[in-house]
């Protein structure tokens, strides 16, 4: 089955500075790559995501890269805000079928100090 | 259209007894997870059910049971709650296979505490 790494699991940053998370995953198979964020309190919610067939990925201050033969891919969000703090996550998996387990990676908690 | 929602949102339980998290969508999903997210942890996959009639274990699954009633309907049981049950549980939903992209929409989270 899949497995997801992520780094660094903290990651505290002064706003205006970018901020870079990663992730790796292990199964070839993987074609959706999102990325979630969880406010204090607060469900996760989709902010970006990027599938297998794309190199990259933006949407205003955030962006997303993959790399396919080294199987890994992280979020860049640039000009960071305090309310971008919160935890980030990543997760790999087949969205061609319905029998694939979606794992998350365990998660970067992201601080913007102003 | 609702999304995805859970109940109860806060329950407190005392050690042995057994209670059942309900989970519903609106948005005709056939895939289905439940999650449970410890204090400043990550989101663990505890059951997943991938089409209606199916479920699947996750990463932890020791201690659960769960039930696809419908297409709607994914509950989540506690036999004999156990301290280390104490947790936030995500159930989500989404759709799965073809061109979709396959976008996990989570619950609220119910805030389960076991004495």
């Known amino acids: 089955g899949e497995n997801v790494e992520q780094h660094p699991s903290t990651l505290s940053v002064q706003e205006g500075d970018s901020a870079v998370i990663k992730c790796t995953y292990s199964d070839s198979a993987s074609n959706y790559f999102p990325w979630y964020k969880q406010e204090l309190g607060k469900r996760p919610q989709l902010i970006i995501d990027i599938r297998s067939n794309v190199g990259e990925k933006k949407d205003q201050r955030i962006a997303v890269t993959l790399n396919k033969t080294a199987k890994h891919f992280s979020l860049h969000i640039t000009e960071t805000q305090p309310e971008d703090s919160a935890v980030y996550f990543c997760?790999?998996?087949?969205?061609?079928?319905?029998?694939?387990?979606?794992?998350f990676g365990p998660g970067t908690s992201l601080s913007v100090i102003p | 259209n609702a999304g995805v929602t859970q109940t109860p949102k806060f329950q407190v339980l005392k050690t042995g007894q057994s209670m059942t998290l309900q989970c519903a969508q609106d948005?005709?999903?056939?895939?289905m997870y439940w999650y449970r997210q410890d204090p400043g942890m990550g989101l663990r996959l505890i059951y997943y059910s991938a089409s209606e009639g199916t479920t699947d274990k996750g990463e932890v699954p020791n201690g659960y049971n769960v039930s696809r009633l419908n297409k709607r309907e994914f509950s989540l049981r506690l036999e004999s709650a156990a301290p280390s049950q104490t947790s936030v549980y995500f159930c989500?939903?989404?759709?799965?296979?073809?061109?979709?992209?396959?976008?996990?929409?989570f619950g609220e989270g119910s805030r389960l505490t076991v004495l």
């Open positions: 989500a939903s989404r759709v799965s296979g073809g061109t979709f992209t396959g976008e996990l929409f």
């Open positions: 997760a790999a998996f087949n969205t061609k079928t319905s029998y694939d387990k979606v794992i």
């Open positions: 948005m005709n999903h056939n895939s």
